[in-house]
């Protein structure tokens, strides 16, 4: 790896770069955000647009994902485009699922417009399903990309936490809290339905954070039945309320169909549901994830200055890591088994 010396000329305070020689192939490099908002999403615009601009780039901020690069909602940002976002949740480019990027027709309409744009590298800041439309349109075209895992629901692989997450988990904990209030007043069993999609990260610990008595996750529904098994340990030996976190996948049957299958098969139970829903997604990030969101901006202009392409930046064990997306977006992350154990001998 070639490394970039920069210096700080203190009279203007301007970086100084030294260019190597791939700086003299990417001059601009275009942002954007996709799928679904994430807090820390302006933490990771903000850190991208500076640390590019600071490396010498030109920074194009693009609006509506995907769709505004076939559209060309595009601007050229400064830094003060960025000024006063750190702290503020979704995503000040807006953020889309775009269909049209599916088609090669569509990739090709956003290929021309980064040509007459002058973008010659991008930054993609989103989950699964936007990383994959990265990987698919670097392929085709040869750009280099580089992906951040943008999304509440920490399932992609190779990082050991997306940037959202913690935020997210923080305002179910806050959420689970004052539901308790009601659970413990009433004697109810709650079931208390919190996203993921398909993964139980956020279910299983947003249980823990808040000392429900289960989560109920998708990793685990394929192998036993755990409401049964719940119900049969007698998790409510010693306690007359009980709050357990289902992550949303059809495979866990959400929580009405728990509730449903609660007030069939063990009548004696005063079941209630809640759908936390789009509330998970919105807020203030916390430090957590305005630090993770910073670290990882300022890693993607530092790989785009290595000529990495087609990696999306990680953190694992708190050091920054390039995983390739054919990883990142197929490997399923795995739960951790102790974290599920742990639960189990916190809830007796
Ligand atoms: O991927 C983030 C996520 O919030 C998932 O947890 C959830 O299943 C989905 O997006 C909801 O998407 P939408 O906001 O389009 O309904």
Known sequence: MQIIKTQIDNQNLQPIIQKNKYMSQIKSVGILTSGGDAPGMNAAIRAVTRAGIFAGFKVFGIYRGYRGLITDEIEEFSTQNVSNIIQRGGTILKTARCKEFQTPEGRQCAYDVMKRRGIDALVVIGGDGSLTGARIFANEFNIPIIGLPGTI?????????????????NTIMDCVDKIRDTATSHERLFFIEVMGRDAGFLALNGAIAAGAEAAIIPEISTQVDQLSELIQNGF?????????LVAESPITGGAMGLAQRVKEEYPGYDVRVSILGHLQRGGSPTAHDRI?????????????LDDQRSVMIGVKNDEIVNVPFTKAIKNDKPINQQLISTLRRLSI
């Open 153 to 169: 629901d920490n399932d992609l692989y190779g990082t050991d936490t997306t940037i959202g997450y913690d935020t997210a988990l």
């Open 236 to 244: 409510r030996k010693s306690k007359n309320s009980s709050i357990v």
């Open 292 to 304: 993770l969101a910073s670290r990882m901006g300022a890693a993607a202009i530092d790989a785009l």
